[in-house]
């Protein structure tokens, strides 16, 4: 699978963003998809998934503002990313995993800015 993410800017504390991620390629309902993200000067983390049964998990950074949630017909993914902090500044990944293997597909990155 090939993935496309789109959606990042820049914005103010507080604010809200919705990244999108476009996959082409078979077998999509297959995929778990996912999210990490990379902050300047730092290892990419983890930010939510959604499994190809559709169980949801979240970094505990992000419960309860973020929502990730998947099409399975448009083969898209989403984040919606709510009460945005500057913490929150990074490049954002979309990510694909097989069952029973690792998150082996990247996209090329998306970047969100959010200033104080």
């Known amino acids: 699978v090939q993935l496309q993410a789109s959606g990042g800017g820049l914005v103010q504390a507080g604010d809200s963003l919705r990244l999108s991620c476009a996959a082409t390629?078979?077998?999509?309902?297959?995929?778990?998809m996912g999210w990490f993200r990379q902050a300047p000067g730092k290892d990419r983390e983890f930010v939510g998934s959604?499994?190809?049964?559709?169980?949801?998990t979240y970094a505990d950074s992000v419960k309860g503002r973020f929502t990730i949630s998947r099409d399975n017909a448009k083969k898209m993914v989403y984040l919606q990313m709510d009460s945005l902090q500057p913490e929150d500044t990074g490049v954002y990944f979309c990510?694909?995993?097989?069952?029973?293997?690792?998150?082996?597909?990247w996209g090329q990155g998306t970047q969100v800015t959010v200033s104080s």
């Open positions: 959604v499994s190809w049964t559709r169980r949801i």
């Open positions: 990510v694909g995993q097989q069952v029973g293997s690792t998150w082996g597909y």
């Open positions: 390629g078979r077998a999509f309902n297959n995929y778990s």
